[in-house]
């Protein structure tokens, strides 16, 4: 969790829900992405050196400070990990870092950038500015300039099945649907006041959109792109992270994690890979 005030990142033990370690980062940290190893975290430095902090997760400790464009807001990584997108709201680009050697291998020019979200296979990335511009991840060039959606777009968020983006409007209170396919929006959804942060359940059928001015929570039904609920949380919500799917486990080290005494076989043809058993052979 990103801390601006003191300029730090806080750790939490998700399984005690105590913050385990504080650390130090640049100016201002905003916006927060662990590479999908889990091994690294990208933190966005809002202002003064305009930087990125690299921290390694299992040290808690910085291992590299990367210099990218003017007020830097949201970062995502790709699902191989080998690239960090970092939007711009000063400079009009977005800052794209090779993870292997941590250095800015591409900047390229989308207007004054907020959010950013990749597509579940990679090959886009799609940033929020005065619309939604959409970059070719192969080529780091700008493919559409502006998809119209509500006005001063902040969040965005893509199915897992990779056909839709749904990306928050603060001033007029939306949620606009993008159709991925054919870059176009296909739905327009009134939510709370000033929505910030959307995040969506694994299984895609669910969207949560965090309005910072209603202290609350909208659920949307993604089928039909309805509000189907509202829940109020505390004041001025702005992020929202939904946990990811259970993977099947991998490893007899992985069941003994859960308090299982053996790793079996898969629980069906192709569902997974294995499953965990309490049972114990005899012979």
């Known amino acids: 969790m990103t801390n601006s005030i003191s300029n ?5 033990d998700t399984a005690t829900n105590t913050v385990v370690a504080t650390i130090p980062v640049g100016f201002e940290p905003v916006g927060v992405a662990i590479t999908p190893d889990g091994t690294r975290a990208y933190v966005t430095n809002n202002t003064n050196q305009f930087t990125v902090s690299v921290i390694d997760t299992a040290t808690n400790t910085v291992v590299a400070t990367i210099p990218v464009g003017p007020n830097p807001i949201g970062v995502a990584i790709t699902p191989d990990g080998t690239r960090a997108y970092v939007t711009s709201l000063g400079e009009n680009t ?3 870092i090779d993870t292997a050697t ?6 390229i020019l989308v207007g ?6 990749i597509a579940p296979d990679g090959t886009r990335a799609y940033v929020t500015n005065v619309g939604v511009s959409v970059i070719d991840t ?8 502006t998809i119209p959606v509500g006005r001063f777009p902040a969040g965005i968020a893509i199915t897992p099945d990779g056909t839709r983006a749904y990306v928050t409007g603060i001033a007029r209170d939306t949620v606009s649907v993008i159709d991925t396919a054919t870059n176009s929006g296909v739905a327009t959804i009134t939510v709370g006041e000033n929505p910030f942060g959307v995040a969506i359940t694994p299984d895609g059928t669910r969207a949560y959109v965090a309005d910072a001015s209603s202290n609350g929570v909208s659920v949307i039904d993604t089928t039909t792109n309805t509000v189907v609920a509202g829940i109020p949380v505390g004041r001025n ?11 099947a486990p991998k490893s007899k080290e992985e069941c003994k994690h859960g308090g299982y005494l053996k790793f079996g076989p898969p629980a069906g043809p192709f569902k997974n890979q294995g499953q965990c058993v309490r049972y114990v052979e005899h012979h």
Do not use: D, E, M
């Open 237 to 247: 919500p702005y992020g929202i992270a939904i946990t990811p799917a259970q993977q």
């Open 8 to 12: 730090s990142v806080s750790v939490i």
């Open 102 to 107: 941590n250095t800015v291998v591409a900047t």
């Open 138 to 145: 192969a080529t780091n060039t700008v493919v559409v300039a």
């Open 112 to 117: 004054s950038s907020f959010g950013v979200a």
């Open 94 to 96: 977005v800052s794209v």
